[in-house]
């Protein structure tokens, strides 16, 4: 018996077929390459021949060209002559700055999005379900390839050019197949946090989405982080680091300093390894005391340098006779101008407070306004120190006005940092200033340092469990009595 030939029809199927078969384990030896490149196989300075490679992988010599283009592009390594490419170190500095990056780019698809996606969200189930099953597995190829699917397709809805050419510019799908191993312990979790996307896009709540997933990424980060701090590969950085958060703290008052008739307490807690919040108490010419509290622009290491050149500068300028406040802020201003980089600033509370007339000459260049609580029998009223104007930094042209503040015994000060009034809990709701002034006015009875552990109580329970996004500075000062002239 004779079979008939296929037809063309079911022959370009079998070819399709075929192709698609090809393309996906074609796509899962180039994320096993992504990821052993990414996860430091290779050591620096090694060179590859991309013909093994390609037969190790048996991925075609073609696609491994594309690929190591998109490492050359991440700065992973550098191709040369004669079809071989030399490996560099991992920067993962790098890494974190293109996942914050993405985070912003998620959170814009996420709101554009919404309007494509409204009630059609079914291939996004469809990859989250997948990645479920692939979770249950083990199997990390097909977890990373649905889980780069899911982004893409929000990417895809959006139909903003602009962010998808920067996502492909950043090869963001490759970092997503190769990071993934790094965070197996916490991808139950990371893989639910899906869902919560797919039912805000689903019901057309844009901002919800785009705030679901700059969040989701953030945590994402913030495991990959982690398990960067438990490799052995940044053990060396993490002992520099620590030697850093040593001279840091070196900066700060010692706990044992007291200024006379001013019960004070205080609470400082970086969000890494090293922060950008700065406190001081400076003993002055005269029994007086300068207090500062401030908080620079940015994180880590920079925000470090720049909290211990501002620290330099203003107690330089403090520790020697000035005609007044305006005038030594000004010149703290613009040595901080000078010695920062462009897009640099902090907000300073700097006051001069004089024990013995209980008077707070002060200069609020864009801080928070401290608090002074002040209670009369059962009432309480709260007066807030106003930023007069713009942060330290921005401008060598900027201006100062001071301003006083007439202290009574009894009275209560508090200054903190955006760390506190900025806590989130899980439904992205601020603790916030009137929740403060609501602690403090209530607390008309309780000590300096009573008051630090009710707000870092209220604080904590608000959270509910949130990850600490910034850092945290507190000074409560309460005014005593024995001091008048």
Not at 288 to 306: F, H, N, T
Not at 381 to 397: M, N
């Amino acid at each position: 018996m004779v079979l008939p030939n296929k037809g063309p029809v079911e022959n370009n199927q079998a070819k399709s077929i075929a192709a698609l078969q090809h393309a996906k384990i074609s796509a899962s030896a180039n994320a096993r390459l992504a990821t052993e490149l990414f996860g430091g196989r290779y050591r620096a300075g090694q060179r590859l021949d991309l013909r093994t490679v390609a037969a190790e992988y048996d991925i075609d010599l073609e696609l491994v060209l594309k690929t190591f283009a998109e490492f050359q592009s991440l700065g992973m390594v550098t191709l040369s002559a004669g079809l071989s490419a030399v490996v560099h170190s991992p920067n993962p500095k790098e890494m974190y700055e293109a996942y914050e990056i993405r985070a912003a780019l998620e959170e814009i698809a996420g709101r554009a999005a919404a309007k494509t996606l409204t009630g059609n969200t079914i291939h996004l189930q469809e990859e989250l379900d997948a990645m479920r099953a692939a979770v249950k597995r083990g199997d990390l190829d097909s977890y990373a390839e649905h889980a780069a699917n899911f982004h893409r397709t929000i990417m895809d809805a959006s139909e903003n050019e602009v962010l998808l050419r920067v996502w492909n510019i950043l090869a963001f799908e490759l970092r997503i197949r190769a990071m993934v191993g790094k965070t197996i312990k916490d991808l139950p979790d990371l893989c639910e946090s899906h869902q919560p996307i797919v039912e805000a896009l689903h019901q057309g709540h844009g901002t919800e989405a785009g705030v679901l997933l700059r969040n989701q990424i953030g945590t994402f980060l913030d495991s990959l982080k982690k398990a960067d701090r438990d490799s052995g590969v940044y053990k060396a950085i993490r002992k520099d680091l620590e030697r850093a958060k040593d001279v840091q703290k070196s900066f700060l008052p010692p706990g044992s300093l007291s200024i006379p008739c001013l019960g004070s307490e205080t609470f400082y807690l970086p969000a890494g390894g090293l922060g950008g919040d700065y406190y001081d108490f400076i003993p002055l010419q005269g029994g007086r005391w300068g207090i500062a509290i401030g908080d620079v622009s940015g994180k880590g290491i920079s925000a470090a340098l720049m909290m211990a050149s501002l620290q330099a500068s203003l107690r330089a300028q403090a520790l020697h006779p000035h005609a007044d406040l305006s005038t030594l802020i000004g010149h703290v201003n613009l040595a901080v101008h000078q010695s920062s980089p462009a897009d640099s600033f902090a907000s300073l509370f700097y006051a001069e407070y004089e024990p013995a007339t209980r008077l707070l000459e002060y200069v609020n260049a864009g801080h928070h306004p401290p608090m002074v609580i002040r209670t009369r029998g059962r009432r309480s009223k709260a007066f807030q120190l106003r930023s007069t104007d713009v942060p330290i930094g921005i401008s060598a042209e900027s201006k100062f006005p001071a301003a006083a503040f007439q202290l009574h015994i009894g009275d209560l000060l508090v200054a903190y940092t955006d760390g506190i009034t900025e806590v989130e809990n899980r439904d992205q709701e601020l603790w916030g200033i009137h929740r403060l002034q609501d602690l403090l006015r209530s607390s008309s009875e309780a000590s300096a340092e009573q008051i630090i552990e009710r707000i870092l109580d209220e604080v904590s329970t608000f959270a509910d469990g949130q990850p600490q996004r910034d850092d945290i500075t507190l000074l409560a000062m309460r005014v005593q009595p024995g001091c008048d002239v």
